[in-house]
């Protein structure tokens, strides 16, 4: 799902760029109240395993690549402020040291794999938690990925410097992780799960307050 230079028109690269820096500003605001040692513990080993999931990779038609994001599976166990940061902070540094997505694609590449799949996937978390939580957080990591990849195909097909129509592009960047959505969904499952067995269930609940 990385972008790379060269894909998004200049004035596209820099908007996103803008509302991935005004994004992380807020957020930044947002979290700092959750803060404790423990809870910086757990952004770490998120970050860690969010970034080592990401390694597993595919191209896909059109020149980008499908694989496991970890947005959603972020957000609920840090809350989504603190879950999307975490994903940001993995996205710049496979940009920045790896050279995973392009540098001026950078902004475009936080806003979809960090505050798209983070927020939506907390969002239909939340609205199905009460019902079942097993369900909540598989449909968390479905439809989050799926929505990063619609927007970067929505992005992909409006920028002029692209060739591909927006349909193809949307339907494609959509359709491909829709599938790869399943997995995700059931190793989110599998990785909250791991984590509250683990002791590491200390979850921010945005409405709440702290959730064991």
Request: glycine residues 14%.
């Amino acid at each position: 799902m990385h972008t790379p230079d060269g894909f998004l028109h200049p004035w596209m690269a820099a908007l996103f760029l803008a509302l991935a820096a005004a994004w992380a500003a807020f957020a930044v605001r947002r979290a700092r109240g959750t803060l404790t040692e423990s809870r910086l513990r757990l952004f770490s080993v998120v970050s860690a395993g969010v970034f080592a999931a990401q390694l597993l990779n595919w191209p896909i038609p059109g020149g980008t690549s499908a694989h496991f994001v970890g947005g959603a599976f972020a957000a609920i166990v840090l809350g989504p402020h603190l879950g999307a940061l975490s994903v940001a902070v993995v996205v710049v540094v496979q940009a920045l040291a790896f050279g995973d997505g392009g540098l001026f694609a950078l902004g475009a590449n936080v806003w979809n794999m960090a505050v798209v799949e983070a927020y939506v996937g907390y969002a239909v978390y939340r609205a199905l938690a009460d019902r079942s939580e097993p369900l909540a957080v598989v449909a968390a990591g479905w439809i989050g990925v799926t929505a990063a990849a619609l927007s970067a195909g929505l992005q992909l097909g409006l920028s002029p410097a692209f060739g591909y129509e927006l349909l193809t592009v949307a339907s494609v960047m959509a359709g491909g992780h829709l599938l790869l959505g399943i997995g995700e969904g059931l190793g989110t499952l599998a990785a909250v799960r791991f984590l509250s067995t683990a002791g590491g269930d200390d979850r921010v609940d945005a409405v709440e307050g702290v959730r064991a």
